[in-house]
């Protein structure tokens, strides 16, 4: 009976090791060609010192920032997203907003 338990044991671990192995290479799909974005950013904040810099363009390869400045060269095969009318505040996040706010067309906004 000991010998039957240990056995059924080692297939669960067995099979929950190929079923981990299987969904994480799922995950991971194919090796892609390197995806470039650029960011035309027209103000940027550095968190750590407060200062803003003016009409940068931010480079993000494969989900990581590459480079940031204002004579960053744009890639020829670069998705480019213009921000130039907007701020960008890398780290730091608006704790204060109305996207989830959900209203009733022609609801008061303040009940007495």
Do not use: C, Y
């Amino acid at each position: 009976m000991k010998n039957v338990n240990r056995a059924v044991q080692l297939l669960a671990v067995a099979v929950l090791t190929l079923a981990f192995a299987a969904a994480s290479s799922a995950q991971i799909g194919p090796q892609t060609a390197p995806h470039t974005v650029a960011i035309r950013a027209g103000n940027v904040i550095d968190p750590a010192t407060g200062a803003v810099a003016k009409n940068q363009i931010i480079i993000v390869e494969n989900g990581k920032i590459k480079s940031v400045g204002g004579s960053t060269a744009i890639p020829a095969d670069a998705q480019v997203i213009d921000l130039s009318q907007e701020w960008v505040t890398p780290g730091l996040i608006d704790a204060h907003t109305h996207i989830t706010l959900v209203m009733a067309v022609g609801a008061p906004l303040e009940t007495a």
